[in-house]
């Protein structure tokens, strides 16, 4: 595998399940993020991780919780979701945080029903 | 606050023509850098081109090249001999120096006919 991955690629989960996204980058980066991009809005940043240590969460609901176990490995873990979260979730990876190039996976598709 | 302005919604030009595609932002930062991604169909967000603002030189990438004027804050993106596979939304972004968060436009449509 190469550059940064993320499973699955599509999800449909009910408001009341658990489920979880991962992504992995193989690029030796230190920074990792997630980002929601939503039909017709800007990307929008939601949890930034430099050395497996969170610097950022952009006012998101508690309802999406990150974890970094390590800087290859991030994962956004989803419970009692609404409709209004469906969007595509993107993953991205960048070697420091400061002015640094982002490189994205290929994103999770999610539907919330 | 820091924005970025895509002006185009949509464009559509017939392959292996010359197309333009305008970006203008406003930061009051000195230092920053500079974005083009494209995402196409398939929905990965790949990264088409990068300037650093503090470069004069104009950043190119063979088909793809920037016309960036720091002092009227635009950075311009044009696809030259544009191929089928040039289909996507394309995202300009900065991101300053002291900062690590991309600011986005909203994105231009792109679409080449054969």
């Known amino acids: 595998e190469t550059g940064v991955t993320q499973t699955p690629r599509h999800l449909v989960m009910g408001m009341t399940n658990k489920k979880s996204l991962k992504c992995e980058q193989h690029l030796g980066h230190n920074a990792m993020y997630w980002y929601k991009q939503s039909a017709k809005k800007p990307l929008e940043l939601m949890f930034v991780y430099n050395f497996k240590e969170q610097t950022e969460n952009n006012s998101v609901p508690s309802r999406f919780s990150p974890e970094c176990p390590n800087s290859s490995h991030l994962f956004l873990h989803l419970h009692t979701l609404q409709p209004e979260d469906s969007a595509l979730y993107l993953c991205a990876s960048s070697q420091g945080t400061r002015g640094e190039t982002q490189y994205f996976g290929p994103g999770t598709r999610l539907l919330v029903l | 606050a820091q924005t970025v302005t895509q002006s185009q919604p949509e464009m559509s030009v017939q392959e292996a023509e010359t197309v333009t595609l305008s970006c203008t932002y406003d930061t009051s930062e000195n230092n920053y850098y500079l974005f083009w991604y494209k995402q196409p169909p398939s929905r990965q967000m790949i990264l088409v081109i990068r300037?650093?603002?503090?470069k004069q030189q104009n950043a190119t990438e063979n088909r793809f090249s920037v016309n960036f004027q720091k002092a009227a804050k635009s950075f311009s993106l044009k696809i030259s001999d544009s191929q089928l596979g040039d289909t996507a939304m394309y995202f300009c972004?900065?991101?300053?120096?002291?900062?690590?968060?991309?600011?986005w436009g909203a994105g231009t449509k792109l679409i080449i006919k054969p």
């Open positions: 972004a900065f991101i300053p120096d002291s900062n690590y968060q991309l600011i």
């Open positions: 300037q650093e603002a503090y």
